[in-house]
């Protein structure tokens, strides 16, 4: 790792200072594991929102960056989670569609169309399986910490289910494997007051699909998968 890196890495917000020894550790290992944080000044919920409002597409420089880190961009477009659905029912398990109709998931869709990246090889971030969905989000916001010393103007966020959906169509439509093969990302998206939605497929020879679950609560086959996205100036 460089100087400049490890200097800007010095400058973690002192709400992280709990895992900043463990962010230099990752970022001289250039390895994309994680560390629980102390308790953030903001939603981070709500910021995640927020920063899907002004994503842009990386560019040819950002993309041969993170290849080498083995991270794939996969595009998605401003299509709510029903609309996906309803485009090849086929894809999904049997009844998808009555479940995608729930207005959280019918009702939402992705501000601006872009491309995410992810990590075939490692979706999920160490440690981060049977965990609220607040510790997930810590945790990928200390994964973005250390992404962030490298790359300012990238992010790495938890997404909402259309988000993950897409991305696993496009890396499926592109190499013909699934993307998400025997596990679940948690989303950002609440379906009741209490319960979060989970993405993604118990085995290989399943179907994908969406259910939800106390966002409190964790659950072993549900973990954090950080997306990377890149803002506009």
Known sequence: MSRRIEDMLQNVPQEYREGADEVIRVARRE?????????????L??????LLRLVREPSAEEREALAKKRIVFLPIETKSYVQVVTEDPAYFWDGELEYASR?????YVLPVATEVGLKPT????PGSFDRSQANQLKMIEGYSQVLQAEFPAARAIMLPVTGYTQADKAYKERTGELLFRNYFAR?????????AAYAG????SWRFFVNDWDAGRGLAHVGA???VVFLRK
């Not at 919920?45 to 927020?50: F, G, I, P, S, V």
């Not at 497929?201 to 290989?204: E, F, H, L, Q």
């Open 31 to 43: 390895l994309p594991e994680t560390f629980e944080t102390g308790a953030p000044p903001v939603d």
């Open 45 to 50: 919920r709500q910021q995640t929102y927020d």
């Open 103 to 107: 207005p959280a998931l019918r009702d």
């Open 122 to 125: 490692e979706l999920a971030l």
């Open 187 to 195: 989303a950002l998206d609440m379906l009741s007051g209490v319960n």
């Open 201 to 204: 497929r118990y085995g290989s």
């Open 225 to 227: 998968v950080p997306a």
